[in-house]
């Protein structure tokens, strides 16, 4: 969608010299060149939901609700593009993604994977850290990890 507007803004303004063309078009190149990410301080219990421009965020600290346990579970994203001649494509893909659980039911996503694995270990590096549980829903029949027992790449 962004490279449409991208890609229209840009012919706009070459094949009718608009000023709304380049204009379409360098919003659309900052759009692409954004990322959103959220960031996990757990050393000072705190986190925030960032945009990020190369190695710079923006975005105001908010303070880490107390933690009731770590979740792992697997998702299917789907993501939809639209085509100029309103054809449609769908994708789907199983993501693995660890959510902080607090005040009983609500979650805060922190992280998401493609690997179970690594998943896991970002998991067990949260819940050391935040000295709480992890529970794998990874399973159709969900439990509790014993965290203690895996090895984690980085402190």
């Known amino acids: ?20 063309g380049f204009v379409l078009s360098t919003v ?8 959103n990410a959220m960031i996990v301080d757990l050393d000072n219990k705190r986190y925030r ?15 880490l609700p107390e933690v009731s346990y770590v979740s792992v579970f697997v998702t299917t994203m789907v993501s ?18 660890v959510n902080l659980i607090y005040d009983k039911h609500k979650r805060l996503n922190i992280y998401q994977s493609k690997d179970r694995e690594e998943a896991i270990e970002k998991a067990a590096l949260v819940a050391r850290k935040l000295d709480v549980r992890i529970f794998d829903a990874t399973t159709r029949d969900g439990k509790w990890v014993e965290f203690q027992h895996i090895k984690i790449d980085h402190p």
């Open 1 to 20: 969608m962004l490279m449409m507007l991208v890609l229209i803004g840009l012919f706009f303004g070459i094949t009718s010299s608009s000023i709304i």
């Open 28 to 35: 659309g190149i900052v759009f692409l060149v954004i990322d």
């Open 49 to 63: 939901q960032a945009m990020l421009f190369r190695d710079k965020a923006t975005g105001r600290w908010k303070s």
């Open 80 to 97: 939809t593009s639209h085509s100029i001649t309103y054809r449609s494509i769908v994708m789907k893909e199983k993501v693995v993604m």
